[in-house]
């Protein structure tokens, strides 16, 4: 079976850095993928790592270890509108798409 | 990035009745959907996988004759979901695939089950 463990919630102020780790335990990898989903819509596209080390986007960096099951996606200045679910997604052998519970993160002033 | 459109964006049907979701990729050849289900405050599910022109592989637990789906086109892909019932109630949302790594989503489909 396919285990991808997220934490359920996180809690960030304005302007500061946080990270969401994520562990996985998956069948196949293909790559991991991050992405953002806000309330009654469809999650959309942040961050890809196929290989280990860490991949730099804007505010966002992601990052993963293949031989630890482990990937941590980072937000730096943190806005207001930064608060949504954050979304682990592991490709697995067969080019699926397998979820983490997600996180959801609150941003307060 | 590419453009997935899902249709309808919110159905509302009556027990026992049967709905169709459609998903098309409007500016690229999906060679493989996916299809998703998300109750609230959960994570997405992956229903199955469908590859154009094939059988659609569907995840354990997921029935296959509940929920039909259809790859007939590079650019569509439907599900059916057949019988309704309200515990079938749930947010569907469907991927794409083409060439390129990531999948992209459509929009969502609500769907509510009276």
């Known amino acids: 079976g396919q285990n991808i463990d997220q934490p359920t919630e996180m809690t960030a102020t304005e302007g500061a850095i946080v990270q969401i780790n994520c562990t996985y335990q998956t069948s196949g990898f293909n790559g991991l993928f991050w992405y953002q989903q806000h309330a009654g819509e469809a999650p959309t596209f942040l961050s890809y790592n196929v290989l280990d080390g860490l991949e730099e986007k804007g505010r966002f960096s992601s990052f993963l270890s293949r031989s630890k099951g482990y990937s941590y996606l980072l937000l730096k200045e943190l806005q207001m509108k930064d608060s949504a679910s954050y979304l682990c997604a592991v490709k697995g052998s067969g080019n699926q798409f397998y979820f983490g519970t997600g996180t959801s993160l609150t941003v307060i002033p | 990035g590419a453009v997935v459109s899902q249709h309808p964006s919110r159905v509302i049907c009556k027990s026992g009745t049967s709905v169709k979701i459609e998903c098309r990729s409007l500016?690229?050849?999906?060679?493989?959907m996916f299809w998703y289900r998300q109750f609230p405050k959960q994570s997405l599910m992956l229903m199955a996988t469908?590859?154009?022109?094939?059988?659609?592989?569907?995840e354990q637990g997921v029935e296959k004759d509940k929920f039909l789906i259809n790859h007939a086109s590079l650019t569509l892909s439907t599900l059916t979901v057949t019988s309704a019932h309200p515990e079938d109630s749930s947010f569907y949302i469907c991927s794409a695939r083409g060439g390129l790594s990531e999948a992209f989503f459509g929009q969502g489909t609500r769907l509510t089950v009276v």
């Open positions: 469908s590859n154009e022109g094939s059988k659609a592989t569907y």
């Open positions: 500016d690229f050849q999906a060679t493989t």
